[in-house]
């Protein structure tokens, strides 16, 4: 009785995981049409009335865009985001907001301290997953495995999960 519970269970996750996936594609497609809006309306507002501020503002939000963008691609064929790409999306706003959007001496010094501590904290996560990183790439190299092997081996895996 427990088998058939797990087929239905099996099937409804995967019914599940289908439809996330199309939510998750139709969210992608949705982001880089609005990054080809954003780009259009930089060009056009640059035309009439070119603000260095106005500008350098609409690039960083489209580079914001165009990594979210990355990370759907990224969650649509591997199912997982590395963290480093999360955080490198967190810097880029930090950017914007302290370099671009905010008038800096408004601010208090305890807002500016909660900032450093933020990109300290940044920092160290996008540390940590490069040295994870490092350390994966290190060990295949040592073992002579390729990305093809891992690859070969994690679609086995899949196979007899299923």
């Not at 963290?83 to 967190?90: A, D, T």
């Amino acid at each position: 009785m427990r088998t058939f519970g797990n087929r239905i269970e099996r099937r409804a996750l995967r019914l599940l995981s289908i439809l996330f996936d199309f939510v998750v594609i139709a969210l992608g497609t949705l982001t880089m049409l609005y990054v080809v809006r954003m780009i259009w309306d930089l060009a056009v507002n640059s035309l009439i009335h070119f603000a260095p501020e106005d500008a350098l503002q609409g690039i960083v939000l489209i580079l914001i865009f165009l990594e979210i963008f990355e990370i759907i691609v990224m969650y649509i064929i591997y199912h997982h985001v590395p963290m480093k790409n999360v955080v490198e999306i967190g810097v880029l706003a930090l950017v914007k907001e302290l370099l671009i959007t905010l008038d800096l001496t408004e601010l208090g010094w305890q807002v500016l301290f909660g900032m450093a501590a933020l990109i300290a904290a940044m920092g160290w996560v996008y540390t940590r997953e490069r040295q994870r990183e490092d350390n994966y790439n290190r060990f295949l190299i040592e073992r002579g495995i390729t990305e093809k092997d891992v690859d070969d081996l994690t679609k086995t895996l899949d196979e007899t999960k299923v």
